[in-house]
């Protein structure tokens, strides 16, 4: 069989494999169990191998790659838009094949088990904090029943609490329920704390992710999460492409010669573009008296969010040369 480019589609169970020949015949259409997929490809003469950077995407393609085969993730997006008809997962087999070797298609790269492992983390910690809000929202709703009303903030929530644990403040049938959810709130209060250690740990030992967090507006979390989640940054071209891909610049639909910039497009990696946002809010917060100039006449001149989120363009860039050259920020370079 001379399979030289093969499609795969992945999945939980069942998986579609589409492979084409030198010429662009299609020379293997066929489906493979979870079971089945590393004896296959053993099996099969070193190739190329496309996959959408989806779940389980990483690990496949290492396995793959240790089995001698030249693996390419493409996003799923861009996949998408050679699916000619109906979605089924012969089509999206078939329209991954076509994509992988495209020369201008953009690939994710593969990450590491190390990589890949900080990033669980962040993404644990990350579905910690959204769980942790949940609970603290319903406790405080639940009370906004009865009367019993604080201010806004984690912080308040153990006045309520407090509040909780006098009986007769809410029927006991209630009081017994929010007891439980503040017990299950501070359980989970507890795991982003172990969350943080960990990835505070991982921080202190990157040399990339303590050179990200000399920037200003750049914490542990805000670094670690750039250093794992951004492997290549000399794929991007300059850090104006590399803000693009965060979906921090105006997304634009121009025609006619007509150049029309609305909003930020809000592409590419939401979590990275939520701590960027978040660390530029700090600056303009917290560091009022020390602002640069053009952040201080940007303030000066537009609300506080669009200043934020210009920001967190800039700081953007300025990751990107960071990691790109391989030094702190405000030292000079080593070609300088």
């Not at 990350?126 to 029943?145: D, S």
């Amino acid at each position: 069989m001379n399979v030289i480019t093969i499609g795969f589609d992945l999945a939980k169970t069942v998986f579609q494999v589409h492979g084409v020949d030198r010429q662009g015949a299609v020379v293997l259409r066929r489906q493979l169990r979870r079971q089945h997929v590393e004896r296959f490809f053993a099996k099969l003469p070193p190739c190329l191998v496309g996959m959408e950077a989806c779940g389980t995407a990483h690990h496949w393609a290492r396995r793959l790659r240790e089995l001698g085969h030249e693996v390419r993730l493409i996003p799923p997006a861009y996949a998408k838009a050679y699916v000619r008809r109906n979605k089924t997962d012969a089509a999206d087999a078939a329209a991954i094949c076509e994509a992988v070797g495209r020369p201008s298609m953009s690939f994710v790269p593969v990450k590491s088990v190390a990589q890949q492992a900080i990033a669980s983390v962040h993404r644990v910690r990350e579905a910690l904090v959204q769980q942790r809000t949940k609970l603290a929202n319903m406790i405080r709703g639940q009370m906004a029943e009865f009367g019993i009303v604080v201010r806004r903030g984690m912080s308040h929530v153990a006045e309520l609490l407090a509040r909780l644990a006098e009986p007769g403040a809410v029927p006991e049938m209630l009081r017994r329920m929010l007891l439980g959810l503040g017990e299950a709130l501070a359980m989970t209060d507890q795991q982003i704390k172990a969350a943080d250690r960990e990835i505070l740990s991982w921080h202190k030992e990157n040399e990339c992710s303590q050179r990200l967090a000399s920037i200003p507006g750049f914490g542990p979390i805000a670094s670690s999460a750039m250093a794992a989640r951004v492997v290549q940054p000399t794929r991007f071209k300059s850090g104006r492409y590399f803000a693009a891909w965060l979906g921090l610049v105006p997304k634009q639909a121009s025609s006619g010669g007509k150049v029309r910039l609305g909003g930020i497009s809000k592409r590419g990696d939401v979590y990275l573009r939520r701590l960027l946002v978040n660390g530029a809010q700090s600056v303009l917060i917290g560091r009022e008296a020390k602002l640069a100039p053009w952040t201080a006449r940007l303030l000066a001149h537009k609300p506080r969010k669009v200043a934020a989120v210009a920001l967190a363009n800039k700081m953007a860039r300025i990751a990107w040369a960071l990691m790109v050259r391989g030094t702190k920020f405000g030292a000079a370079s080593p070609a300088a």
